[in-house]
């Protein structure tokens, strides 16, 4: 035998259904929120990778050039070009 449901009875059920479909959505909304999240701070991990391998070969670069900045004959050649330095007796010609 069914019974009826009373106003009560029916008061309760559309309260849990009313709240459960709350809960429902803030978890979905939240879900959503983190997952941009992520997403971003992965395509944020990528660019800071490559960055940080350009900012290693930059260093290994700069340690050569400390390197040979060291020996004083690539340093005497360096400061020629570079500079237009010259030694007694050289010719200097510029050419672009």
Same mark, same amino acid.
Do not use: A, H, T, W
């Given at each position: 035998m069914r019974t009826k449901k009373t106003? +009560?009875? +029916? $008061?309760r059920l $559309?309260?849990?259904a009313t709240t459960m479909i709350?809960?429902?959505?803030i978890l979905v909304v939240s879900? @959503? &929120?983190d997952w941009k999240k992520i997403l971003a701070n992965q395509k944020l991990e990528v660019e800071?990778?490559?960055? @940080?391998e350009y900012l290693q070969d930059e260093e290994e670069k700069l340690n050569d050039e400390i390197d040979k900045l060291g020996?004083? &004959? @690539?340093?005497a050649r360096y400061a020629k070009e570079k500079y237009m330095l010259s030694s007694e007796g050289d010719t200097i010609i510029k050419m672009k």
């Open positions: 106003n +009560r009875e +029916r $008061f $559309f309260l849990i709350c809960l429902v959505g879900v @959503y &929120s800071l990778n490559q960055k @940080y020996d004083d &004959s @690539y340093l």
